[in-house]
């Protein structure tokens, strides 16, 4: 089922700014959609919202074409997984799979084979008869997605599911999601403030930033090509300039960059400031492309595959990923090309 | 070096329990052997002769069954009512958003700071005025005074332990606020509920001069013929009735001390 929200408005005072100011975006039926964003801009909100745990203050949301609003939490027919699992601690594993189903009148031992069959698919069906303070952070979270899972919902909301749990298991978590996903079917809206887990998650973004929806897209398409500068930033664009597109090309300070007329949110002719920005990974060592730029690396970080260097200083210094090799050093002289296919315009905001 | 000094910690808090367990049994123990004993009079150590038969006799009177069922009666509606009272107040006063708590909780309290014959006094004065004077309505409704700041002081400590996202992802798992309130909340509040429900009705059961004034003499408790019999009764009758009086507190506390075990502390 798709899922429609538009215009969504929340302020928790009076006096504050509006957290929400006007959300609005799609979920296609069948998607795994990630809503990314930085910690604090509202993505625990819209989901809040769309469950029904939190009232908007203007706006709907659409299921299927049915509108929502008005409508209690436990009347709709979406289920959500919060940041923790929040299993009840008086019930064994089973029974907490099998809540949604008794309080829908399933009887016992329906709910209680439903249960372990949800229980199996999330790997853990040995764990049936424990209690929720005998297991671990990544049971438990299976536990949680399993009693998510077996009441069935047309869609599965998720509150940053995995930030409770680290390193491999979070993995695991993330590949048992985008595994069962593909096997149901099922559509799922979840939120994360983490770039790599969006992109290995998502079939569809949307990012949020500053109380909107900042761009929507595949993971390659925002990847390759944010539109707005936060989401630009977010996802990783730590070259942005502002300039002036001029003759056809971009003056930033001293330099004259040659840029894609297909980059470009506007015509290139005439005269505009405009916002521009490249992905360190895209830069490249060397000469030989339209835009060279020569310069000494100032600092020099370690990241592991590559060492993050930033060439040159202050607003026109460039970051770029040199190889880690140990060849470079600070103050070491270096060019550096920005190709102009990888050049791109950036949504000033 | 590190069971060295260990064992005077020990061995301080080994002393700690004996001196708590001696306050707390010694004196239950002296009232148990008096209310089995016939004769029981300086110098002797022990009784001359143990006996149920005093304790059977005024155990048999009829005055004592209806001052221990009145006693449970009041006792159990001051629960109750303090609790369907006290309930939603004590959400809000868990709520993170509510400021001035404090103040509430002040002015929750300000009975409970006024000695206890003023208070009375104010109560049935109060009381003198409505349908409810001496009766066992009017003894429920003056106990409230000092029992419901302790309800809804217990419940907001429970429900400030309560994981209040459980419910909301109970919600969310479709089930109804009845059953969210049935399934999960009330579960998961069990051990401090039954606490709060424990002290409530100690506070209630342990009354006298509210008792006395709101009940006009027609509600009469145990706490009461114990007071009666203290100003002249003989030490078995008393020995009886305060065992009378004491024993729901032990059974109230043991009920909460399982409650607490099984639930964990919430």
Redesign the interface.
């Known amino acids: 089922m798709s899922l429609r929200v538009e215009g969504v408005r929340k302020r928790f005072s009076r006096q504050g700014d509006d957290v929400l100011d006007g959300v609005s975006f799609t979920v296609p039926s069948g998607s795994l959609t990630c809503l990314l964003g930085p910690s604090g801009v509202g993505k625990s909100t819209v989901l809040h919202i769309i ?3 939190t009232a908007a203050d203007a706006g709907t949301v659409h299921l299927a074409g049915r509108r929502l609003d008005g409508v ?5 027919p ?3 997984l ?1 940041q ?1 699992p ?1 299993l ?3 019930l064994d594993v089973a029974d907490n799979v099998a ?2 189903l ?3 009148g399933v009887r016992r031992t329906a709910r209680r084979a439903a249960a372990l069959e949800h229980l199996r698919m999330v790997g853990v069906h040995e764990l049936a008869s424990r209690y929720p ?1 005998q297991l671990s952070g990544g049971e438990a979270q299976r536990v949680a997605l399993a ?2 899972l077996a ?1 069935q919902p047309s869609v599965l ?1 998720a509150d940053e599911p995995f930030a409770g749990v680290d390193g491999p298991v979070r993995r695991e978590l993330q590949d048992l999601v985008i595994g069962l996903h593909r096997e149901l079917g099922m559509t799922m809206v979840v939120v994360t403030h983490d770039m790599a887990e969006a992109f290995a998650m998502g079939d569809r973004l949307a990012v949020l930033d500053g109380g909107r929806i900042c761009d929507e897209g595949t993971p390659e398409e925002l990847y390759e090509r944010p539109r707005s500068e936060r989401t630009a930033r977010l996802l990783g664009v730590s070259n942005r300039w502002s300039g002036t597109l001029h003759g056809g090309r971009l003056h930033v300070g001293e330099r004259c960059l040659a840029v894609c007329p297909s980059n470009a949110l506007g015509p290139l002719e005439g005269h505009r400031r405009s916002r521009w920005g490249i992905r360190p990974d895209r830069v490249r060592v060397g000469c030989g492309g339209a835009n060279p730029i020569t310069g000494t690396v100032t600092a020099l970080r370690f990241v592991g595959a590559f060492a993050e260097a930033t060439i040159g200083e202050g607003a026109g210094a460039v970051i770029a990923h040199l190889p880690a090799d140990g060849r470079w050093r600070v103050g070491d002289p270096v060019t550096v090309d920005l190709p102009i296919e990888h050049l791109i315009e950036l949504e000033d905001s | 070096m590190r069971a060295a000094t260990r064992a005077p910690v020990r061995a301080g808090s080994f002393a700690v329990q004996l001196i708590a367990v001696s306050v707390l049994v010694l004196p239950l123990l002296v009232v148990t052997l008096q209310a089995v004993s016939r004769g029981w009079f300086y110098p002797d150590v022990l009784p001359r002769e143990l006996t149920f038969d005093p304790a059977g006799e005024v155990l048999g009177r009829r005055r004592t069954l209806a001052a221990l069922a009145d006693g449970l009666a009041v006792g159990a509606s001051v629960t109750v009512v303090a609790f369907i009272v006290g309930w939603p107040a004590a959400r809000v006063l868990a709520g993170r958003s509510l400021r001035a708590r404090g103040l509430v909780f002040g002015v929750l309290f300000l009975p409970s700071l006024l000695p206890a014959v003023g208070l009375a006094m104010g109560v049935n004065i109060v009381l003198l005025h409505t349908p409810l004077r001496s009766s066992m309505g009017g003894v429920v409704v003056a106990h409230l005074v000092p029992t419901l700041p302790y309800a809804v002081a217990l419940l907001t400590a429970v429900f400030v332990r309560t ?1 209040v ?2 419910e ?10 009845w ?1 969210r309130f049935r ?2 909340t009330l ?2 509040a ?1 051990g401090g509920l039954a606490v709060a429900a424990a002290l409530v009705f100690l506070v209630s059961w342990s009354q006298y001069l509210l008792t006395l004034l709101a009940g006009g003499g027609q509600v009469v408790t145990i706490t009461m013929l114990l007071f009666s019999a203290l100003s002249g009764g003989n030490p078995t009758t008393i020995a009886v009735l305060a065992l009378c009086a004491a024993l729901p507190s032990v059974g109230a506390l043991a009920v909460a001390s399982v409650c607490l075990r099984e ?2 502390g ?1």
Do not use: E, I, K, N
């Open positions: 469950a029904g745990l209690a939490a436990h009347r709709r979406l289920t959500m919060l923790r929040h009840f601690d008086h809540f949604g008794r309080v829908r303070r009693r998510a009441v909301l | 994981d996202d459980q909301r992802q109970a919600a969310v798992l479709g089930a109804s606020p059953q399934m999960v579960p998961a069990a639930g964990g919430r």
